[in-house]
């Protein structure tokens, strides 16, 4: 497991090794120690799961507002997102800034979201999954929304004439620095 720090305070890439032979292979998907040896401290209080069937399908920007932070571990099981988080944190040294990355089935990359910063996923292919280990429980009245198009983060989303998105998150107004 390989473990990189991105440009956002407190998120991280994370790479797993396949282990392949003529079977198919062996892929460790989380591991608490190696977490632990890298200085990231995490427990994994939920699990989830998200297909999307239709390439070019936005979900996001979502996150916890205080003070039920959650951190999340983001990896794509199936075919490829393009995922972007951003920095909502006031008092955070990367607060404004974005960073993207694909993660997909076949390069096996994780993200490590610290606890509120904005996360969103576009699909990149037809028959996405993505899974979601989260460090705390999901509070619905305790959900906040960042406009992924939003002119103060200016994130860079792939090209794509049907992107399919729900309803809220077509109506999320813009940030209030």
Not at 28 to 57: H, P, W
Request: charged share 30%; aromatic share 14%; net charge negative.
């Amino acid at each position: 497991m390989n473990i990189e720090k991105t440009n956002i305070e407190g998120a991280y890439i994370i790479q797993n090794n396949y282990i392949e032979d003529e079977r198919g292979y062996f892929l460790r998907l989380f591991c608490n120690d190696e977490l632990k040896k890298a200085g990231i401290d995490f427990e994994v209080k939920q699990s989830n799961m998200s297909y999307s069937a239709k390439k070019g399908t936005l979900r996001g920007m979502h996150y916890q507002v205080e003070p039920y932070g959650e951190i999340k571990v983001v990896r794509c099981i199936k075919g490829a997102v393009f995922d972007a988080i951003a920095d909502i944190r006031k008092d955070s040294p990367t607060y404004g800034k974005h960073f993207t990355v694909e993660l997909s089935e076949e390069n096996g990359k994780m993200i490590y979201i610290p606890p509120y910063v904005a996360h969103g996923i576009q699909t990149l292919e037809d028959d996405s999954m993505i899974c979601y280990f989260v460090g705390a429980s999901f509070i619905p009245n305790a959900y906040g929304y960042l406009r992924w198009d939003d002119k103060f983060f200016n994130i860079k989303w792939p090209k794509c004439e049907n992107r399919i998105m729900s309803e809220k998150d077509k109506n999320i107004p813009d940030f209030k620095p």
